[in-house]
């Protein structure tokens, strides 16, 4: 458990510096007085407004006021909207993690039978035609699969209507539906990778010598795989799904887009275009927290997996 | 280069050099020459799928793809030589010196690039966009310093591994001094590792270039490059003309798959 607490406080820290980086850094964006009232503003009016955001604070105090908020789970308020930012987050967040998590599920199904699969039938014609597509798969980025499934799935076969984004609430069945084809894109490239990674590190553990001595106690190749390979196979790809989890967030922003689904990047791009810093702020921490996590428990299970890593 | 083909036998290899070139020659190419200008509107040709004329079509003022492509895929791959310059350059420096000499500045470096290269690069560079403003220098400045954590740290690991070997005792107990061990002896070596490194780095660079762009977040609104292109086209698709954005992802996708080919070639020896 030791080890587990270390990690939480690294965790803590590294998070912690990166608050006051990200904070200090929108803050030196510019004024954001002179951007909401225009320019012809009255110097009275600014100063009231200056007053009301509570911009005539030193750096630092409005930094800790803002950490302390947030950490109680109020993310301020909207420059722009003059809404609380949680507010404006809310369902956006939920739609995002809902899509991420899809994807990453989907990852997880498709690449473990494949690399396993290929892996036991190393070098027949399915390995080789698996290793060749992966490579090709794996290369292709996920805006161009977002592209070729909205065309064959959207415009072809009218499996879903383009741009018109089903909530839950409206019908879950065609939400899911709808939500698919954007799960799809971000997990495919990744499945091939995944798939690709596996392969080659069950491959590697089947040439070692526990796997020789579990062969000369009577093991055949498929037990072998089951009972001792597969387990240390997997290690440095929990590492790599860790890393995956935190890239689909990244590259949900760019398919949310695509799908026109109204999630948390859709809202980045437009709070950046807007200068409503307050919101990506708050955003920018979701993410770090959420790419923090991840990591945080990619390498927890790698430790329990293998307690040689928790020296 | 008749080494480095005898040394990287493999499929991969070969496909990824040739489809790299054949692209990076496409481009040169449309530098210079281009079928149509790539701003000439011509009205009698509004929004087609691919004809003779124009091979891969025409947008809504009548202005051929294909022009547009070749120009938009030009300053993409710009782009992308400057970041990888700039993140090679400098994170090879600071991983040579690290790895090299090691220490607390060593410790303390290494900790914050793994603390960076946790972060997607895309949104590092979204956010670090969302300060200092769109553009093409902004671009490359913002992705460049991105990048350069991952060389730093493959060239750092490579520089640890080798100062440890006999033939650098060796040359230090000659009497070579440290920058020419690191310059003749040690730079040299890690090249088996730094080629592909590149290769992948050409790889996110355009795939980073052409997310930011399509988002609204990279080169700015008058600036032409593929992730600008493939959100102009979004419209077509919603319309029922989804080939403009096939063939601007067809590009980017060609581009970055002879990267990946070429990085994966050069891993694999044999």
Redesign the interface.
Do not use: K
């Given at each position: 458990m030791k080890f587990v607490l270390k990690k939480l406080a690294t965790l803590l820290i590294t998070l912690l510096i990166l608050s006051f980086l990200a904070y200090a850094a929108f803050e030196m964006v510019g004024d954001p007085v002179g951007m909401i009232l225009g320019t012809n503003a009255t110097p009275e009016a600014e100063a009231a407004l200056r007053e009301e955001l509570g911009l005539n604070r030193s750096l630092p105090v409005r930094y800790f006021d803002w950490l302390f908020h947030f950490v109680k789970g109020d993310m301020g308020t909207s420059y722009i909207y003059r809404i609380s930012v949680n507010e404006m987050i809310g369902e956006k967040l939920g739609l995002t993690v809902i899509l991420t998590l899809f994807g990453f599920g989907l990852t997880l199904l498709m690449s473990i039978p494949l690399g396993v699969y290929s892996a036991r039938r190393e070098g027949s014609f399915a390995d080789r035609a698996l290793t060749v597509s992966n490579q090709i798969v794996m290369a292709i980025p996920a805006f161009f699969v977002a592209i070729l499934l909205t065309v064959i799935f959207g415009v072809l076969l009218r499996l879903f209507t383009p741009g018109s984004f089903v909530s839950f609430n409206e019908s879950p069945g065609r939400f899911f539906l709808y939500m698919l084809f954007p799960a799809l894109s971000v997990a495919i490239p990744r499945t091939a990778m995944a798939a690709k990674m596996l392969r080659s590190s069950i491959l590697g553990e089947m040439q070692k010598d526990y796997v020789r001595t579990a062969f000369s106690r009577g093991h055949n190749r498929r037990s072998a795989l089951r009972a001792h390979a597969l387990k240390n196979a997997l290690l440095p790809i929990v590492a790599f799904l860790a890393t995956t989890a935190a890239e689909m967030l990244a590259g949900c922003i760019v398919i949310e887009q695509i799908f026109s689904l109204p999630g948390i990047g859709r809202l980045l791009i437009a709070s950046i275009n807007n200068r409503d810093i307050p919101v990506v702020e708050a955003i920018v921490m979701i993410l770090a927290v959420w790419v923090m996590v991840v990591h945080f428990f990619g390498e927890v299970i790698s430790e329990a997996l293998d307690p040689r890593l928790r020296s | 280069m008749k080494k480095l083909f005898a040394k990287h036998n493999n499929w991969?290899f070969k496909a990824g050099f040739i489809l790299t070139t054949v692209m990076v020659f496409i481009v040169l190419l449309g530098q210079v020459w281009t079928p149509y200008d790539p701003n000439a509107m011509d009205a009698s040709v509004k929004a087609q799928g691919p004809t003779l004329r124009h091979l891969l079509g025409t947008d809504f003022f009548g202005r051929d793809i294909l022009s547009r492509i070749l120009e938009g895929a030009g300053a993409t791959l710009q782009i992308a030589f400057f970041v990888v310059l700039i993140g090679a350059v400098l994170g090879t420096v600071i991983g040579a010196l690290t790895g090299y000499f090691g220490g607390v500045v060593d410790e303390v470096l290494m900790r914050i690039c793994d603390?960076i290269t946790?972060?997607?690069s895309?949104?590092l560079a979204?956010?670090a966009?969302?300060?200092i403003g769109p553009g093409r220098l902004n671009v490359i400045m913002v992705l460049g310093c991105v990048f350069i954590p991952s060389f730093a740290r493959i060239v750092r690991a490579e520089f640890v591994r080798i100062k440890r070997l006999n033939y650098i005792s060796l040359a230090r107990l000659q009497g070579v001094g440290d920058f020419r061990i690191m310059l003749k002896h040690i730079l040299p070596n890690t090249l088996p590792t730094l080629l592909p490194a590149i290769s992948i780095g050409f790889?996110n660079a355009v795939?980073a270039e052409?997310?930011m762009s399509?988002?609204?977040?990279g080169v700015s609104a008058s600036e032409v490059s593929l992730g600008r292109m493939?959100?102009d086209s979004?419209n077509y698709?919603?319309r029922?003309l989804?080939w403009y954005?096939?063939f601007v992802?067809?590009t980017?996708?060609l581009l970055?798959?002879g990267?990946?080919?070429l990085a994966?070639g050069l891993q694999q020896r044999r």
């Open positions: - | 991969f603390a946790a972060f997607p895309v949104l979204l956010i966009i969302a300060v790889n795939l052409a997310s399509f988002l609204g977040v493939l959100s979004q698709i919603l029922g989804p954005a096939v992802g067809l980017i996708a970055i798959l990267f990946s080919l994966e």
